[in-house]
């Protein structure tokens, strides 16, 4: 009889499949709109290198890594090699040089903790944030890139949290909750620990690409063309995955004593990484390991307050895969305060 109901719990989660991939569908941006991300970034990459020629111009985030959903903003970092620029005039410089081109609505933000430039193309209507010499992130970009190659059911499963996040008020970090990427590197760690793995440790692996950057050695194992079939002893279907993930980050997860860590490809202890206890503002009440500069805790955002809130969101979000009639439809019904 156990078996049976086993069966028809796995039966019942698999009628999910189809309207969860429906919704990922959904959200994927359109070949018109990458074209248009493009078009954008070939204007830009040329107004900058007209006025700094040793400068580069790179995409980083949504835009870059993959887990971007339809209609996002596009960010970009700005490399040069100036040891002693002055960020704030930098950035003015910039603004005016894009403001006298066609673009519109472009401000520079100089003071904001990380100082941009600001601008929507009329255009495409796309609108794009531009950063200096945040290369770190530009390497993180490329490794979810990577992971995403490996195994479909990632980028399924990051756009359907993400989607979950957004619609649910809990991925605004300003508002103690999580960002996107911390998302994705809970999905990336989620898959790592499925039992057959569904991703490798890319970081545990053989070097193939390695840059050093503000003295942190970035190396992971980037060939991953190789990896097509890492994955594929594992069967499992989106909507478990979805299931599995909620009820991870709901009732199995360890918050007192774990930190995932997509780097190690395992858990780590929160003694190990001597964040067991608050400083200054860092509280590790969720701890996320950032895959290149481990002591950054991407839970750092998160208050006594907040906690609470992701907890119930994620448990509310499990309740409902388990027992709701229509879990795609009300597992993303907008959070009402
Ligand atoms: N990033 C980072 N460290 C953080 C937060 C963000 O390095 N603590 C970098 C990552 O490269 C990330 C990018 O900034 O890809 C953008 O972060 P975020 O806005 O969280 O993610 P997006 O992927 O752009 O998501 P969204 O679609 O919500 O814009
Ligand atoms: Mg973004």
Same mark, same amino acid.
């Given at each position: 009889?156990?078996?049976?109901?086993?069966?028809?719990?796995?039966?019942?989660?698999?009628?999910?499949?189809?309207?969860?991939?429906?919704?990922?569908?959904?959200?994927?941006?359109?070949?018109?709109?990458?074209?248009?991300?493009?078009? #954008?970034?070939?204007?830009?990459?040329? #107004?900058?290198?007209?006025?700094?020629?040793?400068?580069?111009?790179?995409?980083?985030?949504?835009?870059?890594?993959?887990?971007?959903?339809?209609?996002?903003?596009?960010?970009?970092?700005?490399?040069?090699?100036?040891?002693?620029?002055?960020?704030?005039?930098?950035?003015?410089?910039?603004?005016?040089?894009?403001?006298?081109?066609?673009?519109?609505?472009?401000?520079?933000?100089?003071?904001?903790?990380?100082?941009?430039?600001?601008?929507?193309?009329?255009?495409?209507?796309?609108?794009?944030?531009?950063?200096?010499?945040?290369?770190?992130?530009?390497?993180?970009?490329?490794? #979810?890139?990577?992971?995403?190659?490996?195994?479909?059911?990632?980028?399924?499963?990051?756009?359907?949290?993400?989607?979950?996040?957004?619609?649910?008020?809990?991925?605004?970090?300003?508002?103690?909750?999580?960002?996107?990427?911390?998302?994705?590197?809970?999905?990336?760690?989620?898959?790592?620990?499925?039992?057959?793995?569904?991703?490798?440790?890319?970081?545990?692996?053989?070097?193939?690409?390695?840059?050093?950057?503000?003295?942190?050695?970035?190396?992971?194992?980037?060939?991953?063309?190789?990896?097509?079939?890492?994955?594929?002893?594992?069967?499992?279907?989106?909507?478990?995955?979805?299931?599995?993930?909620?009820?991870?980050?709901?009732?199995?997860?360890?918050?007192?004593?774990?930190?995932?860590?997509?780097?190690?490809?395992?858990?780590?202890?929160?003694?190990?990484?001597?964040?067991?206890?608050?400083?200054?503002?860092?509280?590790?009440?969720?701890?996320?390991?950032?895959?290149?500069?481990?002591?950054?805790?991407?839970?750092?955002?998160?208050?006594?307050?907040?906690?609470?809130?992701?907890?119930?969101?994620?448990?509310?979000?499990?309740?409902?895969?388990?027992?709701?009639?229509?879990?795609?439809?009300?597992?993303?019904?907008?959070?009402?305060?």
């Amino acid at each position: 009889r156990i078996f049976k109901r086993q069966m028809q719990c796995r039966m019942d989660i698999d009628r999910l499949n189809a309207p969860f991939l429906a919704i990922y569908d959904s959200l994927i941006p359109t070949e018109e709109e990458k074209a248009k991300q493009k078009q #954008l970034f070939t204007l830009l990459e040329r #107004l900058v290198t007209k006025e700094w020629p040793e400068a580069r111009l790179y995409i980083y985030g949504s835009c870059g890594n993959s887990f971007g959903v339809s209609k996002s903003d596009i960010d970009l970092c700005l490399a040069i090699d100036e040891a002693n620029i002055n960020k704030s005039e930098f950035l003015l410089r910039l603004a005016d040089i894009l403001q006298s081109d066609s673009l519109q609505n472009v401000q520079a933000l100089t003071r904001a903790r990380v100082p941009i430039v600001k601008l929507m193309d009329p255009v495409t209507g796309i609108s794009c944030d531009i950063c200096i010499n945040n290369v770190l992130a530009v390497i993180n970009t490329k490794l #979810l890139r990577d992971y995403a190659k490996i195994d479909a059911r990632l980028r399924q499963l990051a756009f359907i949290v993400k989607h979950w996040a957004k619609s649910r008020g809990v991925n605004e970090t300003y508002h103690g909750t999580l960002s996107s990427y911390a998302y994705v590197l809970m999905c990336i760690h989620f898959l790592q620990h499925r039992r057959p793995a569904i991703l490798p440790c890319l970081q545990g692996m053989q070097t193939t690409y390695s840059v050093t950057v503000e003295n942190v050695e970035c190396s992971f194992f980037d060939q991953v063309d190789k990896l097509r079939d890492f994955g594929s002893h594992n069967k499992e279907p989106i909507a478990r995955l979805v299931w599995g993930f909620f009820n991870y980050w709901a009732y199995s997860h360890d918050y007192a004593n774990s930190v995932i860590s997509v780097r190690t490809g395992s858990l780590i202890s929160k003694r190990e990484k001597d964040w067991t206890r608050r400083v200054g503002n860092d509280r590790h009440l969720i701890c996320i390991e950032d895959p290149f500069e481990i002591s950054h805790d991407l839970g750092r955002v998160v208050d006594k307050y907040s906690i609470k809130v992701l907890r119930e969101e994620f448990e509310r979000a499990a309740d409902i895969m388990q027992y709701d009639a229509n879990p795609c439809v009300k597992l993303f019904e907008p959070y009402v305060p």
